[in-house]
């Protein structure tokens, strides 16, 4: 399954990417994706003229690739073993990754729950889950373990992404990804290391 959507990272002035997954049988891929071409992200974040060729829009993706000029960083994650790799590895994917694994174990409570049922039907293990407390929104669809559709929005970032379109993919064998740790300490503390071992 392939979903996309936007990433806003509040720890750098609420700057927003485009988010990319692609989750496949061993592996799962993330992809963040910048709307504004390398060449000229040090005039956008200045407040300066960008060129208008050098700005896409996430629906720009229906029709072509994100080539390496917009790609910002790739993280790889091997299933069976737990390997990482990425591409110009920063903090927002490692962010990411771990809320995704923390959404499957938020505590809501009582009126905090707007929804939350669970079906299966034509071999498909359904959940749809909505919640909100004071410090974080949550709304996805998971199927048989992967998100489908999932509203985060949270003090560090917000994400909002599903698999409603069809969008076109870097390609992946044109980069070369280097091998990384998830240390424990980074770990939240309900986050369990064999999350990443199978899968999440």
């Known amino acids: 399954m392939r979903v996309t959507g936007t990433l806003v990272y509040r720890r750098n002035e ?3 990417y485009f988010l990319m997954i692609n989750y496949m049988l061993c592996k799962t891929v993330y992809f963040l994706i910048s709307p504004i071409h390398r060449e000229s992200r040090i005039n956008f974040e200045s407040g300066l003229a960008v060129n208008r060729s050098h700005i896409h829009m996430l629906n720009d993706y229906l029709n072509i690739e994100p080539n390496q000029d917009y790609v910002m960083e790739i993280v790889q994650h091997i299933h069976v073993n737990g390997e990482m790799y990425s591409l110009n590895k920063s903090p927002i994917l490692t962010e990411l990754i771990i809320i995704l694994l923390k959404c499957k174990n938020f505590r809501f409570y009582g009126q905090q729950i707007g929804r939350n049922n669970h079906q299966y039907l034509n071999g498909i293990d359904q959940i749809v889950f909505s919640a909100s407390n004071r410090s974080i929104s949550l709304s996805y669809t998971m199927q048989n373990g992967i998100y489908s559709f999932l509203r985060y929005k949270g003090p560090e970032m917000e994400v909002d992404f599903s698999n409603s379109k069809k969008y076109k993919f870097p390609n992946l064998s044109n980069y070369y990804l280097k091998r990384f740790f998830i240390k424990n300490q980074i770990l939240p503390s ?10 999440g």
Not at 190 to 199: H, S
């Open 190 to 199: 309900d986050c369990n290391i064999l999350d990443f071992k199978r899968g």
């Open 14 to 16: 609420a700057q927003t």
